[in-house]
């Protein structure tokens, strides 16, 4: 069974850091891009930041977190992370992993906005950022 967990949210004051971690289990994320998006109270989700799937070379990040958001990637640990700097209060929001399967992601990260590509998601972590 296809299975992403995500982790590492908390609580952290502005300007603070936190990196969240996507593992993935019963398949192997070698072959797969991974989408990052988050959902804020009151508001629709949306897309924070993709990598490309083999070696995660490539990324993309929504406006409101580049610069300040880091994706990489560890297939040897069939891992997935999210480094989130400068954090804001608007960043507070359940944050999600998706997985994206399909030689188009192989080397272009996924898109960020089209959420019917991605096959698998987790079910969230919570981050929060108030002083």
């Known amino acids: 069974q296809m299975q992403l967990v995500e982790s590492g949210g908390g609580s952290v004051q502005p300007g603070g850091s936190l990196r969240l971690s996507c593992i993935a289990s019963?398949?192997?994320?070698?072959?797969?891009?991974i989408g990052w998006f988050r959902r804020a109270p009151g508001k629709d989700r949306e897309g924070v930041s993709s990598?490309?799937?083999?070696?995660?070379?490539?990324?993309d990040y929504a406006n409101s977190v580049k610069g300040r958001f880091t994706a990489s990637r560890d297939n040897a640990k069939n891992t997935v992370y999210l480094q989130m700097n400068s954090l804001k209060p608007e960043d507070t929001a359940v944050y999600f992993c998706?997985?994206?399967?399909?030689?188009?992601?192989?080397?272009?990260?996924?898109?960020?906005?089209?959420?019917?590509?991605?096959?698998?998601w987790g079910q969230g972590t919570q981050v929060t950022v108030s002083s």
């Open positions: 990598i490309s799937a083999i070696t995660g070379g490539n990324t």
């Open positions: 019963g398949f192997s994320l070698d072959h797969y891009a």
């Open positions: 998706a997985a994206a399967y399909g030689s188009s992601w192989y080397w272009e990260p996924p898109s960020i906005v089209d959420e019917s590509i991605y096959d698998c």
